[in-house]
T-cell receptor, first 113, second 112 residues
Framework: GESVGLHLPTLSVQEGDNSIINCAYS??????FIWYKQESGKGPQFIID?????DKRQGQRVTVLLNKTVKHLSLQIAATQPGDSAVYFCAEATNFGNEKLTFGTGTRLTIIP | DTEVTQTPKHLVMGMTNKKSLKCEQHMGHRAMYWYKQKAKKPPELMFV???????INESVPSRFSPECPNSSLLNLHLHALQPEDSALYLC???????????FGEGSWLTVV
């Protein structure tokens, strides 16, 4: 079946360095992708989104890249801080809007001081 | 303001109990959602309400009963749950089906 998956379950990055979290998706009909950050004991927090008519979108310290050819998206976090430590999920919207978000398995990002 | 408020934060209930989880948003959002998240797993969709009507039920067992009393409130009524139903239950809302979904902090449910 269709799925949204992540390449790495864990990632450790030195404070101040940049981090890249990857996500693969298999539903070629998906046209909306979202990155969420979930800290321990909290609900998912929206970070950034991108639609399939774009290749790149930037936010504050974050950039999402979408490669539709290989069905891959990534989240880049610049100058990581201790507060960036969390689990990051990519999510994929199905055909009829994002009512049916499908989440990937998540990557735990740990920032090393 | 992108706040979705869930109560209670923690709930312990027996398998014969009846309890409810509550969710509230005052952002004027017209779509509200219930997700279930087990430990170390991604959230899984349970129900979607759009304009106060149930639009999606992801084959959730009938021991979970959603209710949308008005556009700001969403309840999840719980009855005869099993220990495997213990999880974090997340409420979310969005302006519409194509808009960003914002999550609450969740209600931690333990069934004993």
């Amino acid at each position: 079946g269709e799925s949204v998956g992540l390449h790495l379950p864990t990632l450790s990055v030195q404070e101040g360095d940049n981090s890249i979290i990857n996500c693969a998706y298999s539903n070629s009909a998906s046209d909306y992708f979202i990155w969420y950050k979930q800290e321990s004991g909290k609900g998912p927090q929206f970070i950034i989104d991108i639609r399939s008519n774009m290749d790149k979108r930037q936010g504050q310290r974050v950039t999402v890249l979408l490669n539709k050819t290989v069905k891959h998206l990534s989240l880049q976090i610049a100058a990581t801080q201790p507060g960036d430590s969390a689990v990051y999920f990519c999510a994929e919207a199905t055909n009829f809007g994002n009512e049916k978000l499908t989440f990937g398995t998540g990557t735990r990002l740990t920032i090393i001081p | 303001d992108t706040e979705v408020t869930q109560t209670p934060k923690h709930l312990v209930m027996g398998m014969t109990n009846k309890k409810s989880l509550k969710c509230e948003q005052h952002m004027g959002h017209r779509a509200m959602y219930w997700y279930k998240q087990k430990a170390k797993k991604p959230p899984e969709l349970m129900f979607v309400y759009s304009y106060e009507k149930l639009s999606i039920n992801e084959s959730v067992p009938s021991r979970f009963s959603p209710e949308c009393p008005n556009s700001s409130l969403l309840n999840l009524h719980l009855h005869a749950l099993q220990p495997e139903d213990s999880a974090l239950y997340l409420c979310a809302s969005s302006q519409g089906p194509w808009d960003t979904i914002y999550f609450g902090e969740g209600s931690w449910l333990t069934v004993v």
